[in-house]
Nanobody, 125 residues
Framework: QVQLVESGGGLVQAGGSLTLSCTASGLSIDNYAMGWFRQAPGKEREGVSCIKWSGDSIHYVDSVKGRFTISKATDKNTVYLQMNSLKPEDTAIYYC??????????????????WGQGTQVTVSS
């Protein structure tokens, strides 16, 4: 049974930092593309970042480029999202996802099969 468990969310002031973790069980992150998505109240789910199973290709949504960094630790079967210079508009529930497809552009939720339960990130102004 595949499980993705996110942690690390919380309340932070604007300009602050958080690191989200996603630990997988039932699959190896070396065989899956791993992604981070977010959904704010009243808005559609948005892809934030994803990393290919090989680790040699990464995507970021434009709004987080230069501020967020995705990485993974194979020995821990865990993917991270380091979030710096946080803004109130980053407030959302953040979800981890795993999938077997990789696109050079136009990636989205439809490419990911397994999902975590989400972790809340709240950035105060």
């Amino acid at each position: 049974q595949v499980q993705l468990v996110e942690s690390g969310g919380g309340l932070v002031q604007a300009g602050g930092s958080l690191t989200l973790s996603c630990t997988a069980s039932g699959l190896s992150i070396d065989n899956y593309a791993m992604g981070w998505f977010r959904q704010a109240p009243g808005k559609e789910r948005e892809g934030v970042s994803c990393i290919k199973w090989s680790g040699d290709s990464i995507h970021y949504v434009d709004s987080v480029k230069g501020r967020f960094t995705i990485s993974k630790a194979t020995d821990k079967n865990t993917v991270y999202l380091q979030m710096n210079s946080l803004k109130p508009e980053d407030t959302a529930i953040y979800y981890c996802a795993a999938g077997t497809k990789w696109r050079m552009s136009g990636w989205g939720a439809e490419d990911f099969r397994y999902w975590g339960q989400g972790t809340q990130v709240t950035v105060s102004s």
